[in-house]
């Protein structure tokens, strides 16, 4: 069993930078991969990043591509979701995500554990 807490959301201007963090419980964190999604008003959650076991290994939506950076402390069992030049499309609930299946997180299915989602509100 893997519990997920996220937490590094708030309220920031276009353009500012914002960190995701997502605390893991579990001797097992490495063996997972982490992603994140997001969850806009009135849209369904859609796949953000996806990070390897290991962090060799990660994956962007073209949305987020070269704005975004997921990375992963496995001695500290946290994921990371640095966001840089947020814009107002970014405003959404982001949820990070585990799996031990890479390619279930990257395609967003059948995904073993969710955290609660941290809200994210870019104004423009």
């Known amino acids: 069993q893997v519990q997920l807490v996220e937490s590094g959301g708030g309220l920031v201007q276009a353009g500012a930078s914002l960190r995701l963090s997502c605390a893991a419980s579990?001797?097992?964190?490495?063996?997972?991969?982490m992603g994140w999604f997001r969850q806009a008003p009135g849209k369904e959650r859609e796949f953000v990043a996806v990070?390897?076991?290991?962090?060799?290994?990660?994956s962007y939506a073209d949305s987020v591509k070269g704005r975004f950076t997921i990375s992963r402390d496995n001695a500290k069992n946290t994921l990371y979701l640095q966001m840089n030049s947020l814009k107002p499309d970014d405003t959404a609930v982001y949820y990070c995500?585990?799996?031990?299946?890479?390619?279930?997180?990257?395609?967003?299915?059948?995904?073993?554990?969710w955290g609660q989602g941290t809200q994210v509100t870019v104004s423009s």
């Open positions: 579990g001797r097992t964190f490495s063996s997972y991969a």
């Open positions: 990070i390897s076991g290991s962090g060799s290994t990660t």
């Open positions: 995500a585990a799996d031990k299946i890479f390619i279930r997180l990257r395609v967003g299915a059948k995904v073993d554990y």
